[in-house]
């Protein structure tokens, strides 16, 4: 950075790196660091607020890495790193192939379903030939594996890798959140390494042995990745990035989900809760009343289909839909994904409950959970 605070970073500047005296820590949102061997996901709690112009212990320099205010190591998801070689790379041998176009959907879930909620998931889909992936399972982690990032996974993937917790220390995905709310600045760039070869995206990064849980981030030789090397050999490497797109989850893409529903659920959480409310109802066929099954669970988020929805529920999700088709006054029902409709507040408003008078289970003010954020750049 140059320029901070109103001050020209200019002392022991470093044109190759390129780095200064100064140094500048805020928190920071990895959405897509990434070549075409592998890729990181990666959260970076602070414990400041916005940029802050630091040197020396404050910013982590050196020995004093775990000292500064900011977590450097953050919490990765690196599919390789994680238990998953074949699941990005190039070529049509991988689940995603990085030789071809594909689009990356982050998530960011909030405790309450609410944008004022903290934040408490990161999930992360690709869209490649028109069909929904499901990022891969931890599944290095053992019992704690899982497909997306929450404070559990990054406490088990530090205890599993031996690294030290920082990212607990400076606030986990809380933290994240609440900068997330304070609004952060898109940065795009290509970039090399001259001070770890880039070892820790794509290649073994560590004292351990390359075996060993966590050491190994990719296929790359732990002799590659020398700017010096890449510039003279790959000067010409580029990529295009298009179609960046922000909203409501399941609003800025569209694809085919897996086919059954475990792949949907980590697809879409409003397709999942629709596969498993279709599976889960009871019978058609009278049963004795001790017998006799709830008419819907409201886990899932929705209302019998003689009432209309309220705000957040479900509206609609194709032919074979047997939950309510409307809304209650102040909402409209708007299409979502995999022909899911949803119930979403009109403008200048945020909420639509039943009227006084209309008869409506206590169960049915649990709503669909509402993820609070969706970014889908293509790739």
């Known amino acids: 950075v140059k320029f901070m605070n109103g001050r020209a970073n200019v002392l022991d500047w470093d044109q190759t790196n390129p780095m200064g005296r100064m140094g500048s820590c805020c928190t920071e949102m990895d959405v897509w660091e990434a070549n075409s061997a592998s890729a990181a996901l990666t959260p970076h709690p602070c414990h400041v607020e916005g940029p802050l112009s630091c040197g020396g212990r404050s910013c982590g320099d050196k020995d004093d890495r775990y000292k500064g205010v900011c977590d450097k190591d953050g919490c990765d998801f690196n599919s390789y790193r994680m238990g998953d070689p074949s699941f990005l790379g190039a070529g049509p041998g991988f689940k995603v192939d990085t030789t071809k176009k594909v689009t990356v959907v982050t998530q960011w879930l909030t405790t309450d379903g609410t944008d004022s909620g903290d934040l408490h998931e990161i999930r992360r889909i690709y869209v490649q030939d028109g069909k929904a992936i499901a990022n891969s399972v931890a599944s290095v982690l053992g019992s704690a594996a899982g497909d997306s990032i929450t404070d559990e996974l990054c406490k088990a993937q530090k205890q599993t890798f031996g ?217």
């Open 163 to 379: 690294d030290p917790d920082d990212f607990t220390v400076k606030g986990g995905l809380r933290q994240v959140g609440k900068a997330l709310d304070r609004g952060m600045v898109l940065v795009m760039s290509l970039w090399d390494d001259d001070i770890t070869s880039m070892l820790w995206l794509d290649s073994q990064s560590g004292p351990g042995e390359a075996s060993a849980p966590g050491m190994t981030r990719g296929p790359c030789p732990s002799s590659s990745g020398d700017p010096q090397d890449v510039r003279a050999k790959h000067a010409s490497a580029s990529v295009k990035y298009s179609n960046f797109m922000y909203g409501e989850i399941g609003s800025t893409f569209t694809a085919k989900p897996e086919d059954t529903p475990e792949a949907a659920a980590k697809v879409d959480p409003y397709a999942a809760r629709l596969a498993v409310y279709q599976e889960a109802r009871p019978p058609q066929q009278a049963l004795p009343a001790q017998q006799a099954s709830p008419a819907w669970q409201p886990s899932m988020g929705l209302t019998p289909a003689n009432v209309c929805a309220k705000e957040f529920e479900l509206c609609g999700g194709g032919q074979e839909w047997t939950g309510p088709r409307c809304c209650n006054d102040g909402c409209t029902c708007t299409p979502r994904f995999w022909s899911v409709m949803q119930c979403t507040p009109d403008a200048g408003r945020t909420s639509c409950p039943a009227p006084a008078s209309g008869e409506r289970s206590a169960a049915s003010s649990f709503g669909v959970l509402q993820p609070r954020r969706e970014a889908g750049p293509s790739w």
